[in-house]
C-alpha cells in the first residue's frame, strides 16, 4: 500500500509539472498570436 501511495505522488508530481509546462506553452502561443494580429492590423492599414 505504501509503495503504490509512493507511485501515485511521484506520477501526480509529474503530472503536474506537464500541466504547468503546457500551460506556459498555451499563454506564450497567445501571446504570439497577439502580437501577429496586431501586425496584421498594421499592415491592412497601410
Do not use: G, P, Y
Not at 13 to 40: A, D, F, G, M
Amino acid at each position: 500500500d505504501v509503495w503504490r501511495f509512493i507511485t501515485a505522488t511521484t506520477k501526480a508530481r509529474k503530472h503536474v509539472k506537464q500541466n504547468k509546462l503546457t500551460r506556459e506553452r498555451v499563454h506564450e502561443r497567445k501571446e504570439e498570436s497577439r502580437e501577429n494580429e496586431r501586425e496584421n492590423r498594421r499592415e491592412m492599414k497601410a
